[in-house]
């Protein structure tokens, strides 16, 4: 489903070169939960990053359902990406300004459907993560498992094949994080959705498929 060849990232500043991932080779099974843990600035963002198609790499292959994506151009890769592809992150980038309706809707702006569609899709999602009574409140009204939840209705909004989340449970509290990890063990279980979570915790990760150690930049386990 995922599969990097030989990545290597680094970062150029005027000054500074800083080798984020060095010679990363790794496949990512359709079906699987893979965990990736780490020490702080050991890479795990940037290969997060790399798989989701947000950043390219300095060399080497990223195939995602077999299709070579480094020559796309900017807009296939977007079409492809949203199609493909959820995210979630550790601080949940909601729009504050919107109702949790809304904000699980603005993945499927892009794409051709109708105001009545999208909203029956995202009211689906909302129910699916056990909102479907909270649908009209701002985020800031929620708890920040709620609003991880709201966060996790966008990203399975669009039925994506695969989610990418980086840190979801990192600033809860365990029985929230408990809650969070039970939806994406369910979403991979029920729905069959390829997920890689970067995380801390090791308990979370125990629950996952297969772990990956990253240090330096390099792949360690
Ligand atoms: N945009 C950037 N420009 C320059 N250097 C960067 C950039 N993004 C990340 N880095 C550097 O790349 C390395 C890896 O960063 P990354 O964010 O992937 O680490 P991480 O393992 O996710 O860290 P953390 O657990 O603290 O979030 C770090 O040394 C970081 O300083």
Do not use: W
């Amino acid at each position: 489903m995922i599969q990097l060849n030989n990545i290597e990232k680094v970062y150029r500043t005027d000054t500074i070169e800083t080798q984020a991932l060095n010679n990363i080779s790794l496949h990512v099974q359709k079906g699987e939960f893979l965990s990736i843990m780490g020490p702080s600035g050991c890479g795990k963002s940037t290969l997060l990053n790399l798989m989701g198609l947000l950043d390219v790499p300095s060399k080497g292959d990223i195939l995602i359902d077999q299709q070579v994506t480094q020559n796309m151009a900017d807009t296939k890769m977007a079409r492809f990406r949203n199609s493909r592809i959820g995210f979630i992150f550790q601080s949940y980038h909601l729009i504050n300004d919107l109702q949790v309706l809304d904000n699980v809707e603005l993945p499927l702006l892009y794409r051709k459907s109708t105001a009545k569609e999208r909203r029956e899709l995202a009211t689906e999602a909302l129910v699916k993560v056990g909102l479907g009574n909270r649908i009209k409140h701002f985020p800031t009204q929620l708890s920040g498992g709620q609003r991880q939840r709201v966060a996790i209705a966008r990203a399975i909004v669009g039925r994506p094949q695969i989610i990418l989340a980086d840190e979801p449970t990192g600033n809860l509290d365990s029985a929230m994080g408990d809650e969070i990890m039970n939806i994406l063990l369910d979403l991979n279980k029920t729905d069959g959705t390829t997920i890689v979570m970067v995380t801390h915790d090791a308990n979370m990760a125990e629950r996952t498929h297969r772990l990956v150690r990253l240090f330096d930049g390099s792949q360690v386990q």
